[in-house]
């Protein structure tokens, strides 16, 4: 793994700097991405510095918007991506058409992608490392640098409900407060859900089908959300609905595509599920993962997996 200042020097050889995050991105990828491309703008206002990806912020608008950024730009530049794990998940993929690539990421480092990565899974945030690469650098540190970044650990945290969180995470947190940031709006902009999407919370919880093993799983039809009114990208506040349920240990929530396939989300209170999300074309953390899944007989096989090693689990820890 290369060091931070490995990475800063490649920083300084490039007058072309491209950050990509990944796709269906989640606070985390939005705030680790415009976190380190403010606090560079700061430090380099001669370098053109550009957030790249699909416009597909959805409900996360409010963080940052993406650049427009065309296949010229990366002629000759440095290419950094921040939390993602693997060449599918990248947003925008004329990625790998710079001069050089970067990763910056805490998932499980199944998919050495970069020319230069520094991984490390034990970070609860990508922005938490976004924030010590800044403090090791001293690179700019401001309100409107801070704002996205705090938005990333607040959301990959769970509001620091999750294991990874430790007490460095709030002494990370705690500087990125005290730069002014409205921290109230923040937690109000994550949490606040439109009434449809209060809806789809509890059709999940209607949908949901639980075994005797503490695995759980909904399925969500193209047909059902367009009856309650929601797109694609609404459907991530149903993602940890299930875990509310004392009985559920770990949990699946399939998704459809337009294209008829499934985006398949994986959580869990214990049991390990980044290897199974491994089979299906994805990955991501021990008890956070996401897959996807061709068909309904792919999800059944998804869902019989995470049955399996939920027993296991219930059984080692009885």
Same mark, same amino acid.
């Given at each position: 793994?290369? /060091?931070?200042?490995? %990475?800063?020097?490649?920083?300084?050889?490039?007058?072309?700097? %491209?950050?990509?995050? $990944?796709?269906?991105?989640?606070?985390?990828?939005?705030?680790?991405?415009? +976190? @380190?491309?403010?606090?560079? /703008? *700061?430090?380099?206002?001669?370098?053109?510095?550009?957030?790249?990806?699909?416009?597909? *912020?959805?409900?996360?608008?409010?963080?940052?918007?993406?650049?427009?950024?065309?296949?010229?730009?990366?002629?000759?530049?440095?290419?950094?991506?921040?939390?993602?794990?693997?060449?599918?998940?990248?947003?925008?993929?004329?990625?790998?058409?710079?001069?050089?690539?970067?990763?910056?990421?805490?998932?499980?480092?199944?998919?050495?992608?970069?020319?230069?990565?520094?991984?490390?899974?034990?970070?609860?945030?990508?922005?938490?490392? %976004?924030?010590?690469?800044?403090?090791?650098?001293?690179?700019?540190?401001?309100?409107?640098?801070?704002?996205?970044?705090?938005?990333?650990?607040?959301?990959?945290?769970?509001?620091?409900?999750?294991?990874?969180? /430790?007490? $460095?995470?709030? *002494?990370?947190?705690?500087?990125?407060?005290?730069? +002014?940031?409205?921290?109230?709006?923040?937690?109000?902009?994550?949490?606040?859900?439109?009434?449809?999407?209060?809806?789809?919370?509890?059709?999940?919880?209607?949908?949901?089908?639980?075994?005797? /093993?503490?695995?759980?799983?909904?399925?969500?039809?193209?047909?059902? @959300?367009?009856?309650?009114?929601?797109?694609?990208?609404?459907?991530?506040?149903?993602?940890?609905?299930?875990?509310? %349920?004392?009985?559920?240990?770990?949990? #699946?929530?399939?998704?459809?595509?337009?294209? +008829?396939?499934?985006?398949? $989300?994986?959580?869990?209170?214990?049991?390990?599920? #980044? $290897?199974?999300?491994?089979?299906?074309?994805?990955?991501?953390?021990?008890?956070?993962? +996401?897959?996807?899944?061709?068909?309904?007989?792919?999800?059944?096989?998804?869902?019989?997996?995470?049955?399996?090693?939920?027993?296991?689990?219930?059984?080692?820890?009885?």
């Amino acid at each position: 793994m290369s /060091s931070f200042d490995d %990475i800063y020097e490649k920083i300084l050889q490039y007058p072309t700097i %491209i950050l990509h995050r $990944h796709t269906s991105p989640d606070p985390d990828a939005i705030g680790s991405q415009a +976190g @380190l491309a403010r606090s560079l /703008s *700061e430090k380099f206002p001669e370098k053109k510095i550009l957030c790249a990806g699909e416009n597909d *912020e959805g409900d996360l608008a409010w963080i940052n918007h993406m650049d427009e950024v065309k296949a010229e730009d990366y002629q000759g530049a440095l290419v950094i991506t921040t939390d993602t794990a693997n060449t599918p998940r990248i947003a925008n993929k004329l990625y790998d058409q710079g001069d050089f690539l970067i990763k910056i990421d805490h998932h499980p480092d199944v998919d050495p992608y970069a020319d230069m990565s520094y991984v490390d899974p034990d970070a609860p945030a990508a922005c938490q490392i %976004i924030v010590d690469f800044i403090n090791a650098e001293n690179l700019p540190m401001n309100k409107e640098i801070a704002y996205p970044l705090y938005a990333g650990i607040v959301g990959d945290t769970g509001r620091f409900m999750y294991p990874e969180t /430790s007490a $460095h995470t709030f *002494e990370v947190v705690a500087q990125l407060a005290k730069t +002014g940031i409205d921290i109230t709006e923040i937690a109000r902009n994550i949490s606040d859900v439109t009434f449809a999407q209060a809806k789809l919370q509890a059709a999940v919880l209607d949908y949901m089908t639980v075994d005797p /093993s503490g695995a759980a799983y909904a399925v969500l039809t193209q047909d059902e @959300l367009k009856k309650l009114g929601v797109n694609f990208e609404q459907t991530s506040v149903t993602v940890s609905t299930p875990g509310r %349920i004392k009985d559920i240990i770990a949990w #699946n929530v399939f998704v459809q595509k337009a294209d +008829g396939t499934y985006r398949v $989300h994986y959580r869990s209170k214990g049991p390990v599920i #980044n $290897h199974l999300a491994e089979k299906h074309d994805g990955g991501g953390h021990a008890l956070a993962s +996401g897959a996807n899944a061709k068909d309904m007989d792919e999800v059944k096989q998804i869902f019989a997996e995470l049955v399996d090693v939920t027993k296991r689990y219930k059984e080692e820890n009885e």
